[in-house]
């Protein structure tokens, strides 16, 4: 019965709300569950919304929402605790929804890149689709390609296509590299030509600057403030480029990286090309570049000096070499450092080995073992591990234990994995773009599916087994007029509702 508002009991002592309030601010969870058992003015204070706010927002839930949006910051942050242990106990035990983003008609699977759940994926025939994973149907629309000269012939087939949260750009065959704004609609905003194939495509994660590898040039491509595209840099390289990269998070004109045989670039619009690392016959084997930090293996002379293949990690402000990790005879074929945990990244090598590196320390910390062939793509978090293999595994690991918690196997390599806290998109793309069994026209439909590749989408919010999947047929809008099965091309319209 003590005047709430202004005055709170702290023993023999009377303290203002505000004063206690900020005394509380200290306490955790378990701490306020005590505190608000002592009596009804401190339960009172202990459950205040400023309080279970803060706590939310420490623990990194609900970062976008005011203090204003909920009425229980409490509930909310023992509902959102109770997802996330939910979205654990599923990745563990493999329950949810899985689905095939599989296009039919015509055309060997190229490229995939994915961005926030949004699949864009390129194909022999010239198509470019997209899949949102985030919304119960799947649609693919297409995204349309400037036509060709006279506006005959069919679209040269996809090289690379990568994406970002506003972009998605796609380089083909014959040179020609074409932007689209996610925001906009299906028509290209930008387009520009190579004289020459393009052998590396870049777009920046958070920006809207492009980078592109063609011959001995590198190209920077990116709008200016009125939303006209320019070309920023052009830079003349010594050895073709086998990786090529953007810098995150930069302001001002985009920074890129790249690694030519055993050279690694780091362009700037306003500089020449700066050679980063080089060393004569010790050819890079895979790139990845963070905002600060560049990683890169590299293929050593091996057994003829006893040395090592290792992976160097370079510091981009001061360029130079901050650490050597790994110890390996096999060549390293993929490493993750950009969605890695601080300090921590991943690689793959082609021992079959899945490592993971702490960077303060310069070891390993676990060194996994599953793929029959070499490892071909990798990401991890906090906890868990995702890899892919050139047999076509895709493996999911618990970091801490070091043990697999399950797998799946497709026909061909696993080429791209990437997952966030509740869904995972593996795609299993062909080495042979031109299988046995096609004619000599590219998006010949007689191509059989099996050769075609694969996407697949793994949704674990939803509390199912993934056996007991609804099968896409099932969640079919019913729009199109035409089904395709195999080799048949049946022209029987879907159940009309």
């Not at 070891?363 to 591990?385: F, P, R, T």
């Not at 042979?432 to 069994?437: D, L, S």
């Amino acid at each position: 019965f003590q005047n709430e508002i202004n005055e709170v009991p702290f023993f023999d002592v009377q303290l203002p709300y505000e004063l206690a309030l900020k005394i509380f601010q200290y306490l955790g969870k378990a701490e306020l569950g005590r505190c608000a058992q002592v009596s009804r003015t401190w339960k009172i204070l202990a459950e205040d919304e400023v309080l279970w706010y803060r706590l939310c927002q420490e623990e990194g839930y609900l970062l976008d929402m005011s203090i204003s949006d909920h009425s229980c910051w409490k509930l909310a942050l023992k509902n959102c605790r109770a997802r996330e242990h939910m979205l654990k106990t599923n990745w563990k035990n493999r329950v949810g929804a899985v689905s095939q983003l599989r296009y039919e008609p015509g055309g060997v699977l190229c490229d995939v890149h994915s961005c926030d759940g949004v699949v864009m994926a390129g194909y022999t025939s010239g198509e470019v689709r997209l899949w949102d994973t985030r919304t119960w149907d799947y649609t693919a629309p297409v995204l349309a390609a400037l036509p060709g000269p006279g506006g005959a012939g069919a679209p040269p087939r996809v090289s690379f296509v990568t994406i970002n949260s506003s972009l998605a750009v796609a380089a083909y065959e014959d040179g020609t590299v074409s932007v689209w704004s996610l925001l906009v609609g299906r028509e290209p905003i930008h387009h520009f030509q190579h004289n020459q194939r393009i052998q590396a495509l870049a777009l920046a994660p958070g920006g809207a600057a492009v980078a592109t590898a063609s011959g001995f040039e590198v190209k920077l491509e990116s709008p200016d403030d009125k939303g006209f595209w320019q070309t920023p840099g052009t830079f003349e390289i010594q050895k073709l480029v086998n990786f090529l990269n953007l810098v995150p998070d930069v302001t001002g004109s985009p920074v890129a990286v790249a690694a030519a045989e055993d050279i690694v670039y780091l362009l700037r619009a306003e500089d020449p090309g700066k050679v980063l690392h080089s060393v004569y016959g010790q050819p890079v084997t895979c790139l990845d570049v963070s905002a600060r930090e560049a990683a890169f293996g590299i293929k050593t002379f091996g057994w003829l000096l006893n040395e090592p293949n290792q992976i160097l990690l370079y510091n981009l402000e001061t360029n130079q070499c901050v650490t050597k990790v790994g110890n390996s005879i096999g060549d390293f074929s993929c490493v993750n450092l950009h969605s890695s945990p601080p300090n921590m990244l991943v690689a793959g090598n082609k021992d079959r080995r899945v490592r993971v590196f702490d960077v303060r320390r310069g070891e390993a910390v676990c060194s996994l073992y599953a793929h029959q062939l070499g490892v071909s793509a990798v990401q991890m978090d906090e906890w868990k591990i995702v890899s892919g293999g050139q047999e076509g595994l895709v493996c999911v690991w618990d970091q801490r234990m070091g043990t697999k918690l399950w797998e799946m196997h497709a026909r061909h390599p696993v080429r791209h994995v990437w997952f966030n806290s509740h869904s995972l998109i593996t795609a299993n793309i062909p080495e042979e773009k031109n299988p046995r069994g096609s004619s000599i026209t590219d998006d010949d439909p007689s191509v059989h599916r099996k050769y075609r590749g694969i996407i697949y989408s793994y949704e674990f919010s939803v509390d199912q087994l993934a056996v007991d999947s609804v099968l896409p047929i099932c969640r079919s809008s019913y729009d199109e007029v035409t089904g395709y099965n195999y080799n048949i091309g049946l022209a029987v319209p879907y159940d009309s509702i």
